[in-house]
């Protein structure tokens, strides 16, 4: 039972499985990385896949013509950038106990699983090819 005056918001769940979202795609890369490189390279290789991943709108941004959609070069940047970015709901978490919490859409839940989803499973399967092909021994 909660203690007087608190209540349990049940949209922190919404925010555990994006954060676990986004652990499992960083957690790809991590293993992906790690079929080919020293245990130091692919910390950094994942260090950095984090924080490009965080920064890819900002690096997309200079390619937006003037009624802001993306050219063909940001397009393909954006095709290729990872957008970690869309797992972070902390916004509409924070404003969970006032009076006009910012809802969250189910549709970009489900989107950012299915983004999870794929862009995990590409990455896996990137890290088995490039471990097939490893020489053991």
Known sequence: KSPPGVTWEWRILLGLFSIALHGCVISAVAVTLAT???????????????????????LVSPFRDEQR??????????AILPDLDQFNITDALA????DKPIPIPWDIMATSTLYALLYGI????????????????
Do not use: D, N, P
């Open 69 to 78: 959609h993306l050219t063909a070069v940001g397009s393909v940047l954006r």
């Open 122 to 137: 590409a990455l896996l399967a990137l890290g088995a090819a490039l471990f097939s092909r490893k020489e053991l021994g």
């Open 95 to 98: 404003t969970a106990y006032i």
């Open 36 to 58: 080919r490189l020293t245990l130091v390279q692919a910390a950094i290789g994942t260090a950095a896949f984090f924080l490009i991943g965080h920064a890819s709108g900002a």
